[in-house]
């Protein structure tokens, strides 16, 4: 609560003290209209004053408009500072998100992201609201009304009092099943975003596999989930109206049977005794919402928590503060006795080898053997628990992420776009290109010509993630995007998608033209490559098993010549015949 007011509220300042003065005027004005009503009935009512009609009646009018627009400004003021303080929250959630490494995203779908993002801040926005107008409003309020009741008759004052504690008592015991409730709401609320997600990116799948009652029912139960934690919610917020209600009777009552008998016996001003029942009355509705803030208040703290919770999560992969710019002579990568394991999956294993500058380094082996792993490592996507990487002798623990990832272009097999033109997607290459760089990038990647043909050329949107392209189409952007990087490190995970064979034909060639004079590690799948590759590592289990060209290890037999009866020999003879 402190932390989240210290770093929200501060520099609010001057708009929370506006709202203050705001609420103060609110308050008096309520106390005032408390006040007059001794006059409405002892000079109008008892001593029957003709001229104090206009007088009382135009006090009043004066009254509730000044009370109408402090209660605008107040209102207004508040929103707007509500509305920043989650704007500036997003940005800080989104700011923590980007600089987290990839094990991050792997603990926190997507749909737990977006959840924290929108829900959460909106839980922080609405405890500092809540406390704020609470004290400001409620609070100021029932002192006003408290000081009407006080100097009205101070000892019916004391009697109404003594009511509160038992309001108090009960409310405390209302908190603890609230938190427990709260708690779930974010996994219930993440289970509705995440199969609406399922639903919409998988619809294909989900068409074509009737799939469409098993997202239904799973759905159903987490909206079923949600309703019915609402409904809690509701219940017990509202149980506190119950007992406020009986309370207030009870005290209304007391102050009738006193009052009464004061005015009835002791000749007591009846002006005083009805400023008192209305400043009572009044006090009431404000006093209600006080009771119930706690309750409130503890349900959003949970959201605060859960919101306080990802913006604290260590990055588990930093920069080193003397961080230096990567400088890349020739290119050479070497991996070193690496040895990693995914929490505790193991990838690789004392693992070692060199991909040499302008040469192409093939990896290749069985599923699960650890090859896109060693991608994950060169980028720093991840740091190995032993062994070192380093780019021309400079251990990739002590560059900056931004020189190193400059240096270094990743062609994956997935091509993913984003939303928005073909020129914006090349450019992400190369985020200050000229126009003429792009069209270049893209004549090397063979994706002129198409994009030529299109209605819009370099203006056509390629729908979200890519879907208005055909597959190849995809793979030749990404490729132009990488050709326009220009890095002299490539890391290739080669495509296995099926592709016609005029589109695979063109991919190749345009691949081919990308790894021309650059530092290629590529994880390959066509026969093509691998006859072409320096060297190729034949991988299994995280280890390095046999190391060599194509005829060398078709020579040597082992794993390479088994991989290359499964995986080789057959499938891309056309793409051979082609690359040949
Ligand atoms: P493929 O050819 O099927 O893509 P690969 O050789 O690229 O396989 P890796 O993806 O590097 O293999 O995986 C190596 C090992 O690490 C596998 O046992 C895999 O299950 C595990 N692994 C990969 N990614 C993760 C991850 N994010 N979290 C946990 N384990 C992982």
Known sequence: MKRLFKENVGEHIPGYVMAFICMGIVAATTGASAWIMKDIINRIFVQKEESMVWIIAGAVMIIFLTKGLATYFQQVLLTRIGNSIIASLQRRIFDRILSQSL????????????????????????????IITSIGRDVLSVIALTSVM??????????????????????TNLVKRVKKIARAELQFLTRITSTMNETATGVRIVKSFNMEERMRAIMNSA???????????????????????????????LVICYGGWNVIQNGADPGGFFSFL??????????????????????GMVGVGQLYDVLDEPVSISEADDARVLEVKEGRVSLKDVTFAYSDVPALNSLSLDAAPSSVTALVGPSGAGKSTIFGLIERFYDPQQGTISIDGQDLKGVTFESLRRQVALVTQETFLFEGTIRENIAYGLPDAS?????????????????QEMPDGYDSMVGAAGSLL??????????????????PILLMDEPTSALDAQSEAKVQEALDRLMKGRTTIVIAHRLSTVRNADVIHVMDRGRVLQSG??????????LYAQLYELQFKDVPVKMAATAD
């Open 435 to 451: 126009f003429d760089m792009i069209v270049e990038a893209a004549k090397n990647a063979n994706a002129d010509e198409f994009i």
């Open 470 to 487: 055909s597959g190849g189409q995809r793979q030749r952007i990404s490729i132009a995007r990488a050709m326009l990087r220009d890095a």
């Open 103 to 130: 094990d991050f995203y792997q603990r926190h779908p997507m749909s737990d992201l977006a959840t924290r993002m929108s829900h959460n801040a909106g839980a922080a926005r609405a405890v500092i609201d809540l």
């Open 549 to 558: 060209s194509h005829d060398e290890l078709l020579r040597q037999g082992g």
């Open 150 to 171: 006080v100097i009205q008759d101070p000892l019916m004052s004391v009697l109404v009092l003594v009511v509160m504690p038992v309001a108090v008592l009960f409310v």
């Open 223 to 253: 909206i079923a989930d949600v309703q019915k934690r609402n409904n809690k919610m509701a219940t017990i917020g509202a149980m506190t109206s119950p007992i406020m209600e009986t309370l207030g009777g009870f005290a209304v009552a």
């Open 278 to 299: 209305t400043a009572l009355l009044m006090a009431y509705e404000p006093a209600k919402r006080l009771a119930r803030l706690n309750v409130q208040f503890h349900g």
